[in-house]
């Protein structure tokens, strides 16, 4: 019986597999760490560029894991408070490097020439680098120095774990897509503060 299931199951995979698709895509997009006391947020918008899998599972649904690395950056950080520190006097700039981790569940609907698309799901977080840039220069003094944000005494932990999804149109091998996503875990380093993720992504995929 264990070798006839052993066989069914992996006969589904094989022939799924068949139908799979690779895929690439690139776009826009804006991450934003909102602190929970006050509302305000560490925002920094970029780019992104991923890898895809669309693995068949019915007539309409797929799964779609993935890879993806995000670039982001925000030169004029104002009006913000790291810990006990306030950045409204100062000259703040703040660049991220992020890897996630997708795995969609997808409904892909035929209307005509193109295909209506529906996903949601997690997609986990390992970020690279958080750097804040942060220089003054008042009379004879000057200051520019880079904080490590992921440092042993960093503001933000390296791993968050996201839950969200979006819609996009298929025409041919390219689709286009928008999708939201929301942390579920608190980033932050400290045990006082409270620091949630948030991301919005526009782009465009090929599959091969």
């Known amino acids: 019986m264990?070798?006839?299931?052993?066989?069914?199951?992996?006969?589904?995979?094989?022939?799924?597999?068949?139908?799979?698709?690779?895929?690439i895509g690139a776009g826009f997009t804006n991450n934003s760490q909102s602190a929970a006391d006050d509302g305000k947020a560490l925002v920094s918008k970029g780019f992104y560029v991923e890898g895809?899998?669309?693995?068949?599972?019915?007539?309409?649904?797929?799964?779609?894991?993935?890879?993806?690395?995000a670039?982001?950056?925000?030169?004029?950080?104002?009006?913000?408070?790291?810990?006990?520190?306030?950045?409204?006097?100062?000259?703040?700039?703040?660049?991220?490097?992020n890897i996630y981790v997708p795995v969609m569940l997808q409904c892909g609907v035929p209307m005509g020439n193109i295909k209506l698309l529906a996903f949601a799901g997690p997609?986990?977080?390992?970020?690279?680098?958080?750097?804040?840039?942060?220089?003054?220069?008042?009379?004879?003094?000057?200051?520019?120095?880079?904080?490590?944000?992921?440092?042993?005494?960093?503001?933000?932990?390296?791993?968050?774990?996201?839950?969200?999804?979006?819609?996009?149109?298929?025409?041919?091998?390219?689709?286009?897509k928008a999708a939201y996503d929301f942390g579920l875990l608190n980033r932050s380093s400290n045990d006082n503060r409270t620091y949630k993720g948030q991301q919005i992504r526009i782009g465009a995929a090929y599959l091969f």
């Open 123 to 176: 997609t986990f977080q390992f970020a690279l680098s958080s750097v804040l840039n942060v220089a003054a220069e008042v009379e004879r003094f000057s200051l520019d120095k880079n904080i490590d944000l992921l440092g042993e005494n960093g503001l933000f932990k390296r791993t968050d774990i996201f839950v969200g999804g979006g819609v996009g149109v298929e025409f041919g091998s390219f689709q286009v």
């Open 52 to 69: 895809i899998y669309n693995i068949p599972i019915g007539n309409v649904l797929s799964i779609v894991p993935g890879v993806r690395y």
């Open 2 to 23: 264990k070798r006839i299931v052993l066989t069914l199951v992996l006969a589904v995979v094989a022939s799924a597999s068949a139908f799979a698709q690779l895929g």
């Open 71 to 97: 670039f982001s950056s925000n030169g004029n950080i104002r009006d913000i408070k790291i810990d006990d520190i306030s950045l409204a006097d100062l000259k703040a700039s703040l660049s991220e490097q």
